[in-house]
């Protein structure tokens, strides 16, 4: 660490300083979980000194930091790994709170003045959604769910999962617009009429429970939808009856429909953001 590296607003405007807004670095992750922060930097600077810090990056505000080529280090809740390869280090903030919100900067010591990049990182609450669909079918039904997205997200990865924590419905995602059949369940997605369709064949009570529709956002916190299902047992009965088809998605049809409004997790993001 440089003398020089400690007198920071001193010289925030100086041209060796990467802090224009296009080389922020925006990164979003879910309370509780964990965030991956990429710094890249310039070739040349592969065996210096690499590290992340807050405020005005005087010693005391380095939260990891690793030496003249060492490529390993961890300290608390941060990990970091320098990939010369691709000439970048990563750093990982694991149990993330609100109060890790807030920007950092990806440092790299060198003679001189140390170079810097802009981190912004953003935390959001690991729950969805304000406004959730309840819809019931009966055992033994197909059941299909209709989940329309706006025309931005028409290119974009779709998937399914069961459960209502979006830090893990990616990863424990039951089909994807990639992979779209897995076992009962199976996805479509209609480009034209901007919504994919999730169908699930041979309903049984344990289907019953929360899912989301999730749309991958590149950079950013990804957009979902919210569904309760509730599967009933079919009862037998003895008595004939007489039955009249009917176009409505209501419990007990051939096939049940639900439509939901599709919700995007961005107003969930906690007060300490920089945006």
């Known amino acids: 660490m440089t003398l020089l590296h400690i007198v920071f607003h001193s010289i925030l405007s100086a041209a060796v300083w990467r802090v224009s807004i296009e080389d922020n670095i925006l990164v979003y992750g879910y309370e509780g979980s964990g965030a991956e922060i990429r710094c890249p930097y310039d070739n040349g600077y592969e065996p210096y000194g690499k590290y992340l810090c807050t405020e005005n990056c005087d010693y005391p505000d380095i939260l990891i930091e690793t030496k003249w080529q060492v490529s390993r280090a961890e300290r608390g809740r941060f990990s970091l790994y320098h990939d010369t390869m691709s000439r970048k280090f990563i750093v990982f903030v694991s149990k993330l709170?609100?109060?890790?919100?807030?920007?950092?900067w990806c440092g790299v010591s060198k003679n001189g003045i140390d170079i810097y990049t802009k981190v912004i990182l953003h935390v959001v609450k690991d729950w969805c959604c304000d406004s959730p669909t309840f819809m019931q079918a009966k055992s033994q039904d197909p059941v299909s769910i209709s989940c329309p997205y706006e025309p931005q997200y028409n290119d974009r990865e779709k998937y399914f999962c069961r459960g209502a924590r979006p830090s893990a419905c990616?990863?424990?995602?039951?089909?994807?617009?990639?992979?779209?059949?897995?076992?009962?369940?199976?996805?479509?997605?209609?480009?034209?009429?901007?919504?994919?369709?999730?169908?699930?064949?041979?309903?049984?009570?344990?289907?019953?429970?929360?899912?989301?529709?999730?749309?991958?956002?590149?950079?950013?916190?990804?957009?979902?939808?919210?569904?309760?299902?509730?599967?009933?047992?079919?009862?037998?009965?003895?008595?004939?009856?007489?039955?009249?088809?009917s176009t409505s998605s209501s419990p007990g049809s051939a096939i049940s429909n639900i439509t939901l409004q599709t919700q995007s997790h961005e107003n969930t993001i906690g007060s300490h953001f920089v945006c």
């Open 97 to 104: 709170t609100f109060t890790d919100a807030r920007t950092y």
């Open 170 to 245: 990616f990863q424990q995602a039951v089909v994807k617009s990639t992979q779209d059949k897995a076992g009962r369940i199976s996805l479509h997605d209609n480009h034209a009429a901007r919504a994919f369709t999730v169908t699930i064949t041979g309903l049984v009570k344990e289907d019953s429970g929360s899912y989301m529709c999730g749309i991958r956002i590149n950079q950013g916190v990804d957009v979902y939808t919210l569904v309760n299902l509730e599967v009933n047992e079919t009862t037998t009965t003895l008595s004939p009856t007489t039955t009249t088809s």
